[in-house]
């Protein structure tokens, strides 16, 4: 079916394209000239953590001045490249993108290259290396809330991992910071793994098949996302095992932290969306103008837990 | 099977022997199923555990809610590809509704329903006014539909949802957990409108052959109006119960519903030219769908296999249910 619609969404493409640049050349032309104009390509606006970073990047622009062009590439890497041809036909100041892909996404950043646009990378990397990196390593995530169960569980116990979106850079690294804790404690083993897509139903309905295959034998839950997580709480409260399981997740979504206020999610790892949004703003500004910049800027994660969750139920 | 199709001799019900064929067929569906389950239960222990069977039914219901809807439709020869979408407006929809100490529980559940009615009925109308194919049609609503869940919710789920909200998709009712008992309730009603009702045998009629159907002096836009109105209504249903479920209205949920629920009815023998199919086909589809998914998690088998076991037993019973076709 996919196949059978593509020459139809390229044409839609297309259109779109069309219709947004004529859309944005009168706006340059009748705005007092020196308006600054961002172009920014965003993985997907359905998911939350992007409408976030999004949020937080309209802020910034609305304090500084300058226009911001969203595109929505719908979890696309196809969409996404065209997306950024047309920015660079507009002509664009500089370009933000919140990449789809690791390989399939570098042609977009090359072609800017090419054309001398800065392009900033916000949230994911490229195999191509952009103007500018913001964002956070998955890696540590991982590190993080494999770190918090080892040391709760005393170096010592079975754990299963719900993963994210086979394949994706969050996936891959989440999981690869999990096993590099995993390694050092010998007396900890990884039962079950597999993937839940990000979605809380589908991670209940997978936890809910794991407690079936090990019930006890299970001491803790590693969810890449906060969604997953949630559904695996939703699972093992129903089964009236949550006094024995811990589970930990990466996010903090509002509903995590509410979760944990009630006692049924253990930890959840804060990924900083608004910081991301704004620094990627400021870098985009100041490579616009030729103004010295960070090449890469690293968010650290945090580990939320019961203790210091207030300070971020406000964020 | 095609002459079954072509040679409508009575437009109105089926004959003996249509009928005999769809048995035979649903009997091949049901042999594979029971070799599954057989296979599933000698290799894993923890498979055939009255627990384990529990949880399998329960994660089949809303699957089989959508199936046993789309099932209507693709008998009278259509197709509902809007219903995922369908999913999350009312999931939307209700959460917005079922914040604590808000409005009682009914307001919710009655809106959802009453939009998945309502964009069914625009399904209905548009495919009978505008002769546009019901795939194309059902595709627009599909994307239409997803779009006005992010708008309503502004993308982002919707949360906090009052404990009796959650009890209907996740409490239970005498050890029975709820969706079980909606799930068999709706398979018994669904079974008598398409079994016992003139309008279940229009249905078929219209499916079968749609000019002899009309010239036989049945109401085929009617028909069609019903049965879309039955599949948005179905899958309201199944989204209010997903999103008190997993306590959490979510614009992005039932993305890809539709073809879970479309390869249920399939697999249960319900044709894709239409005129045939059974709602207890359709059921044994969608048990069979997530046995596999659930013996394949209990015995750790690695998602990307998984994917690829999925598909091939898809096939495979389709196969084995033609095959049980011609030879009889």
């Not at chain 1, 991992?161 to 804790?181: C, D, H, P, S, T």
């Amino acid at each position: 079916m996919k196949h059978a619609f593509k020459p139809l969404l390229v044409a839609l493409t297309l259109l779109a394209v069309g219709c947004s640049q004529s859309a944005s050349d009168s706006k340059t032309d009748s705005a007092d000239g020196k308006k600054l104009v961002i172009g920014a390509s965003m993985l997907s606006m359905q998911h939350e953590f992007v409408v976030n970073v999004h949020d937080e990047m309209t802020k910034k622009a609305e304090e500084t001045g300058i226009e911001l062009i969203t595109v929505d590439a719908e979890r696309s890497a196809i969409k996404q490249v065209e997306q950024i041809e047309s920015f660079i036909a507009q002509n664009v100041d500089a370009i933000i993108l919140n990449p789809a892909e690791v390989e399939a996404c570098s042609p977009a950043v090359s072609k800017a290259l090419a054309a001398n646009i800065p392009i900033i990378n916000v949230n994911s990397e490229t195999g191509v290396k952009p103007t500018a990196f913001v964002g956070s390593d998955d890696v540590e995530a991982g590190r993080i809330a494999m770190q918090y169960l080892a040391d709760k569980l005393g170096g010592k116990g079975n754990v299963v991992m719900l993963e994210g979106y086979m394949g994706q850079a969050g996936q891959l690294k989440r999981a690869q910071g999990a096993m590099e804790v995993l390694k050092k404690y010998p007396n900890m083993k990884m039962l079950a793994n597999q993937t839940a897509e990000w979605d809380r139903a589908k991670g209940m309905a997978l936890m809910e098949n794991w407690i079936q295959a090990y019930g006890n034998q299970i001491n803790a839950v590693f969810a890449h996302n906060d969604e997953m997580g949630l559904g695996a709480v939703k699972a093992l409260v129903d089964a009236g095992l949550k006094d024995k399981i811990m589970v930990v997740s990466i996010d903090a979504i509002p509903d995590a932290l509410q979760a944990m206020q009630k006692g049924t999610l253990d930890a959840t790892v804060f990924q900083n969306a608004q910081q991301q949004g704004a620094k990627a703003v400021e870098t985009a500004i100041k490579a616009a103008k030729k103004q010295p910049f960070d090449k890469e800027t690293l968010i650290p994660f945090q580990l939320v837990t019961k203790e210091n969750m207030a300070q971020f139920v406000k964020k | 099977m095609n002459n079954v199709i072509d040679t409508p001799t009575k437009p109105v019900g089926q004959t003996t022997y249509q009928t005999q064929i769809r048995k035979l067929g649903q009997y091949g569906i049901l042999v594979a199923f029971i070799l599954i389950c057989l296979g599933l239960s000698v290799i894993s222990p923890k498979f055939l555990t009255v627990q384990n069977l529990m949880i399998i039914v329960m994660q089949v219901s809303i699957n089989a809610l959508l199936a046993f809807g789309v099932t209507f439709v693709i008998i009278t020869g259509g197709i509902d590809l809007s219903i995922g979408s369908i999913v999350a407006v009312a999931g939307v929809v209700a959460a917005s509704f079922a914040h604590p100490d808000t409005y009682p529980v009914i307001v919710p559940l009655a809106l959802a329903l009453a939009t998945g009615v309502a964009f069914g009925a625009l399904n209905g109308f548009v495919i009978t006014r505008s002769k546009v194919p019901p795939f194309i049609v059902t595709l627009g609503t599909m994307t239409i539909l997803r779009g006005l869940a992010l708008i309503l919710s502004k993308g982002r789920p919707i949360s906090n949802l009052s404990d009796t909200f959650s009890f209907l998709g996740g409490g239970k009712i005498l050890g029975v957990p709820n969706l079980i008992i909606v799930l068999v309730i709706a398979f018994i009603v669904c079974t008598i409108v398409l079994r016992k009702t003139v309008s279940g045998r229009y249905m078929y009629a219209v499916g079968g052959n749609e000019q002899a159907a009309r010239a036989s002096g049945i109401r085929v836009g009617k028909v069609k109006m019903q049965v879309y109105i039955l599949s948005g209504g179905l899958a309201a249903l199944a989204g209010v119960l997903l999103t008190s479920r997993i306590s959490t209205g979510q614009p992005n949920a039932g993305a890809g519903f539709e073809l879970d629920a479309i390869a249920a009815a399939i697999i249960g023998g319900t044709s894709t030219s239409g005129g045939t199919g059974t709602m207890t086909g359709t059921l044994i589809g969608a048990l069979l769908i997530g046995v596999i998914s659930n013996g394949l998690d209990l015995l750790n088998v690695s998602s990307y296999y998984q994917q690829v076991v999925m598909g091939v037993i898809i096939i495979g019973a389709v196969i084995l249910d033609s095959i049980n076709q011609k030879t009889n």
